[in-house]
């Protein structure tokens, strides 16, 4: 999966389940490192004032209509003309001087000091109900809890939470009775008789010495007596990677440094990993003997076209390395036999412009998963390891059925898929391996409860007949489950504990479908408590929107989420074209040329819900990051009266001048994304959408926008240029507030902690502008 403004897929809002059921020790995302560049710690104290020469709209608003005991001026950024044309078209950037690679400029680092302390001061007012708020989440969370253990090898795996602190330790204990096939029903003994607990990492003693910490991969080789895994010290994603002894704890070798969070083992004496050009981008895959120095690596291949990424994961198997080359469009697929790694990699699948294929592996069969324009729900064929050339479609292409992923066992394939903007899992039983391969045998559907719910794949034990896969909907927790695929039988072997009283049974989950401006029917996931919604056009709502990259926003479970919907309100995701909920297809016609559907999607939901008498404009409250960030810049500027409160988590909102750059990370790998503004149709098409190109002098909602400092996916500095920009030109007296977090990135803060309290800040934000908080707040 290639880095991308979002993701998952996916910002700290996508999603809750993912960070309780990923595989263990795989990244949430792509997370690539920043090349070499000088970085500098922000000084604490600095000349820069933002008393300025320059007078405008934002000099007259000293005060906001929401507090008047607010009298705190907001920052008024300097201006530096920046003069840029193409195609007869001159765009004039007063505030292009934020922008500093290097993140050391004294009056950058000046101003964004004072927009953070305008915004502390605009909401010290409400401190105390925010830390109500806060305390009130925390409450909410089982502090000392462990993941469900999952059987790997000899061994349970697991993750443990420790009361009060904000990292995991990574654990394991030995299986006592190896002889016994892997069941649904295994439960992992505690207790004085039970196999010591083994603690391989402890995250909270490696973060003491960093403002920032996050774990990117966590890989025990096959034998299980070593682990390898990346950490990231800054959140700018630059990981190194560390090798222990399982047992000991002690280093093996020296630290692999400036690599992504790819990771796999090549045996047990060997690393796979990926480093990045200087654009951010993953170019090349390196053979990493354990022992012998970094610089003694062996590149097994260099990817020199700059609309491709590189990827990396390992077959289901263990057998195989899948190394993949991918642009938006073509994906192409390299495997490494990892009892041979000295070969290198061989072509399984060639490049062909259009054509995207992943691969798995199960005896002497590769598994291919297919898309193209033809095929753009995929199709899955399988062909022989030794002649890849010839293939047997196994599930054809279906118009209204799309393959998400698949995953391979023994005797089984579990095949994820969409149908309706709705996920399914169908289970097939194999023929033995080394078995011709022909068709599929009937398959056997997982059922679910929920209208609407997420469910997602898991690392689960190949040699067994056991599927683990987690699920969730918007009023039922993050659930992990053993699914026997033989007998059908499901076994729920952890649901996250939800404290303070939460009862699912107070809540209601429902799917609407609304009509768009040309006639689509966009699908939209509510929840709201019965008890409180009383949904005659009075309740204050929160929607949310993404619509980018094909990644899907899947109905999900937050608890964080019950202070809004215990106080009335509703909680809507708007499923947007652009996004991957609907099949291919509803990707296709949200991007490029077609941009301004996923706008207008949202749009129509919002008025849909007003109209349905679900809310009111002065009780609608919108929210977006990254990617979704920019669905917040557009559709701020294309009707700025629809919302109350717009919060915008590190928006990608300078799309034009960000996409003529290719020096900056992202850019030449997504013009298939969002068009190359080099071409002169594309550059007028994105400048009529480009959220800083299109700030005008009229009334705006109140604000929230956020960034951090060290993020590699959207500069700060595009925030930060819309949120000068909106402060000299919006005519209105409502909040606008920008916080930047200096010592984090993309994900923000990386304490679990500490993002609650994110959190309780923009709940503590919509509330204060609606007028919600209580007088002892």
Same mark, same amino acid.
């Given at each position: 999966m290639i880095l991308r403004r979002g993701l998952v897929a996916l910002g700290t809002l996508v999603l809750a389940t993912q960070i309780h059921c990923l595989r263990f020790g795989a990244p949430l995302s792509r997370l690539v490192p920043l090349p070499s560049r000088r970085r500098c710690i922000p000084r604490l104290s600095s000349s820069y004032s933002s008393s300025s020469s320059e007078t405008g709209a934002a000099s007259l608003r000293s005060t906001s209509p929401v507090d008047m005991a607010e009298s705190r001026t907001p920052p008024v950024a300097k201006k530096v003309e920046h003069v840029m044309q193409m195609f007869g078209d001159v765009r004039i950037d007063n505030y292009y001087w934020l922008r500093d690679d290097s993140r050391c400029d004294p009056d950058m680092l000046a101003y964004l000091r004072e927009e953070n302390a305008y915004t502390e001061s605009v909401m010290s007012g409400t401190k105390q109900f925010e830390n109500q708020l806060f305390a009130e989440i925390r409450g909410r969370i089982k502090e000392d809890d462990i993941s469900a253990p999952r059987r790997k090898g000899p061994y349970y795996y697991y993750e443990k939470n420790l009361q009060g602190k904000e990292y995991v330790q990574r654990c394991r204990r030995l299986i006592t009775d190896l002889k016994a096939e892997p069941s649904v029903y295994d439960t992992m003994p505690t207790g004085p008789d039970a196999p010591p607990e083994h603690i391989l990492l402890d995250e909270n003693i490696k973060a003491q010495e960093h403002g920032y910490y996050r774990i990117g991969a966590f890989k025990t080789s096959p034998d299980h007596k070593l682990v390898a895994y990346a950490e990231d010290t800054k959140g700018d994603e630059i990981y190194g990677v560390n090798v222990i002894d399982s047992e000991t704890l002690k280093p093996v070798g020296q630290p692999l440094k400036g690599v992504t969070s790819d990771l796999e083992w090549a045996g047990n004496d060997a690393l796979v990993y990926i480093t990045m050009d200087e654009i951010l981008r993953p170019d090349k895959v390196w053979l990493h003997k354990l022992g012998t120095e970094q610089s003694s690596d062996v590149c097994l291949y260099h990817e020199k076209d700059d609309m491709f990424s590189l990827d990396l994961h390992a077959s289901e198997s263990h057998k195989y390395?899948?190394?993949?080359?991918?642009?938006?469009?073509?994906?192409?697929?390299?495997?490494?036999? &990892?009892?041979?790694?000295?070969?290198?990699?061989? &072509?399984?699948?060639?490049?062909?412009?259009?054509?995207?294929?992943?691969?798995?592996?199960?005896?002497?069969?590769?598994?291919?998963?297919?898309?193209?324009?033809e095929f753009y729900n995929s199709e899955l064929v399988a062909c022989s390891v030794d002649d890849t050339s010839q293939t047997t479609v196994l599930i054809p292409h279906r118009e209204s059925v799309k393959i998400q992923e698949i995953q391979l066992f023994r005797d089984h394939l579990a095949v994820f898929e969409r149908e309706q903007g709705l996920q399914k899992i169908t289970v097939h039983r194999l023929p033995a391996e080394g078995q011709p391969l022909t068709s599929l045998q009937g398959g056997r559907s997982v059922s679910f409860v929920d209208p609407v719910y997420s469910v997602d794949s898991t690392e689960s034990e190949y040699s067994s007949n056991v599927l683990r896969f987690c699920y969730n909907s918007m009023k039922t927790p993050p659930s992990v489950y053993d699914y026997d695929m033989d007998s059908g039988t499901s076994v729920v072997k952890k649901i996250d504990t939800v404290l303070g009283g939460f009862d699912a049974s107070n809540y209601v989950t429902e799917r609407k479908w609304v009509t768009a401006s040309d006639g689509t029917q966009i699908p939209m996931s509510i929840v709201y408590n019965k008890n409180l919604a009383k949904l005659d056009g009075s309740d204050p709502l929160l929607l949310y929107g993404y619509g980018s990259y094909e990644i899907s926003i899947d109905p999900y479970f937050k608890s964080s989420r019950l202070s809004l919907l215990d106080r009335g309100f509703i909680f809507v995701i708007a499923h947007v074209r652009g996004g991957g909920e609907m099949g291919r297809q509803w990707y296709e016609n949200g991007k490029l040329l077609k941009k301004k559907n996923t706008f207008t999607d949202f749009i129509a939901c919002a008025e849909s819900l007003i109209e349905l008498k679900y809310c009111s404009k002065e009780k609608l409250c919108v929210e977006g990051r990254s990617a979704g960030g920019l669905l917040m810049g557009a559709v701020l500027n294309m009707r700025p009266d629809l919302f109350k409160v717009v919060v915008a988590g590190v928006p990608f909102v300078d799309v034009l001048t960000t996409m003529l750059d290719p020096t900056i990370p992202l850019t030449t790998s997504e013009w298939e994304e969002w068009g190359d503004p080099r071409k002169e149709e594309y550059y007028f098409y994105m400048k009529s959408y480009s959220p800083v190109d299109n700030v005008a002098a009229q009334n705006y909602p109140n604000i929230l926008v956020t960034a951090g400092l060290n993020d590699p996916r959207v500069m700060y500095s595009e925030p930060g240029k819309f949120v000068a920009k909106l402060r000299e030109m919006k005519t209105d007296n409502n909040l606008l507030l920008f916080k930047c977090e200096l010592g984090a990135g993309h994900f923000s803060k990386s304490g679990r902690f500490e993002k609650l309290q994110e959190d309780a800040f923009t709940f503590a934000f919509m509330m204060k502008v609606l007028d919600m908080i209580p007088a002892s707040g």
């Open positions: 390395i899948f190394v993949a080359s991918e642009s938006k469009t073509t994906q192409f697929v390299f495997s490494l036999d &990892v009892s041979k790694p000295q070969e290198g990699l061989r &072509v399984l699948t060639p490049r062909v412009d259009g054509i995207d294929t992943s691969v798995s592996h199960r005896g002497n069969h590769f598994f291919i998963q297919r898309r193209s324009t």
